[in-house]
């Protein structure tokens, strides 16, 4: 099954009170991999801040158009590459 962010939680942030390490952790899926680099990104903010592009423009506080999805930068193969993750997110008995 799938669900916006807006449906699984009632008040969805990036980050409430900055970002850290302590912010991330590993579900079902078997991502280690995934989930340590997003730990260690969020210790960088000179990293996150280039990761994620306008970091509050994309979070659904108020007053924010909410588009649904979020803009994202990676470095592949040399160069940084736009990606774009829609917030239509799997879960399994309302959980991501």
């Given amino acids: 099954m799938y669900e916006l962010m807006e449906e699984i939680v009632s008040d969805p942030r990036f980050f409430t009170e900055g970002s850290s390490a302590d912010d991330f952790s590993q579900g079902s899926l078997g991502n280690c991999w995934f989930v340590a680099a997003c730990a260690c ?5 000179n990293l996150l801040r280039k990761i994620v592009p306008d970091i509050e ?7 924010r158009k909410y588009a649904g999805i979020f803009h994202f930068k ?13 917030d239509y ?4 008995q309302g959980r991501l």
């Fill in 74 to 86: 990676f470095w592949q193969c040399g160069e940084w590459v736009d990606v774009v993750i829609d």
């Fill in 41 to 45: 990104i969020a210790e960088r903010k």
């Fill in 89 to 92: 997110l799997p879960t399994r």
């Fill in 57 to 63: 423009q994309q979070d659904w506080g108020k007053g």
